[in-house]
Structure formats: structure tokens, C-alpha cells
Nanobody, 123 residues
Framework: VQLVESGGGLVQPGGSLRLSCAGSGITFSTRSIGWFRQAPGKEREGVSCVSGGDGSTFHADSVKGRFTVSRDNAKNTVYLQMNSLKPEDTNRYYC?????????????????WGQGTQVSVSS
């Protein structure tokens, strides 16, 4: 199983980025996918997730209204659309695949992790 994130980069405050998480070696459709972020020396924070099955989503309060998460099961890919980015969103972002269908933002639910992609928000 491999998860590969892409789409990170440097953006000005108020800008947007779309992260992608492409999976191989396993079918995404019945499992939940989460997005997490972590800065050096800090704890990993759950950001957003999308459930398998009905595709319901959940977001942390810190990103609610700004980030959306979606999945394309045909491509085995999940996306994190990040709008109205703030400097405090600067982090390394990771996607993860859970062994459960209903998603949550507790890292312990997630079985497989990607290597992450860096997002930097600065003027």
C-alpha cells in the first residue's frame, strides 16, 4: 500500500491550494481517508476526513468553512481544497488511510500514511 501526496507549495495569505492523495495497492472506496498536518516539534493535528461509503466529511474547527475534502474513487484519489489560507496553516500535510469506513480525526484510526507535502503560507 502506498499513499503519495502532491500539490503543496508556497502561497500568499488568502490564497488557495489543492492537495492530492493518490493511493495504490488498495481500494479506497470503502475506507475513510484523513488529512493531518504537523509542524516540527508539534503534535500531529487532524484537519479533514472523508468517509468511505457515503463520502461524508468532517473538518476541524480551525479549517471549517475554508477547507473541503473530496474523493474520486475511480482514480483512487482524495483531494483537500484549501482556500483562504492563513500563515498558521503552514505545515507538512499528510494523508492517511483508515481501516474503518466512518472517518474521524484521531490519528490512531489510520493504518497507512503518506510521506507528506509541505504547505507554506507567507507574504
Amino acid at each position: 500500500v502506498q499513499l503519495v501526496e502532491s500539490g503543496g507549495g508556497l502561497v500568499q495569505p488568502g490564497g488557495s491550494l489543492r492537495l492530492s492523495c493518490a493511493g495504490s495497492g488498495i481500494t479506497f472506496s470503502t475506507r475513510s481517508i484523513g488529512w493531518f498536518r504537523q509542524a516540527p516539534g508539534k503534535e500531529r493535528e487532524g484537519v479533514s476526513c472523508v468517509s468511505g461509503g457515503d463520502g461524508s466529511t468532517f473538518h476541524a474547527d480551525s479549517v471549517k468553512g475554508r477547507f473541503t475534502v473530496s474523493r474520486d474513487n475511480a482514480k483512487n484519489t482524495v483531494y483537500l481544497q484549501m482556500n483562504s489560507l492563513k500563515p498558521e496553516d503552514t505545515n507538512r500535510y499528510y494523508c492517511a488511510l483508515a481501516h474503518t469506513e466512518v472517518c474521524g480525526l484521531w490519528a490512531g484510526e489510520y493504518e497507512y500514511w503518506g510521506q507528506g507535502t509541505q504547505v507554506s503560507v507567507s507574504s
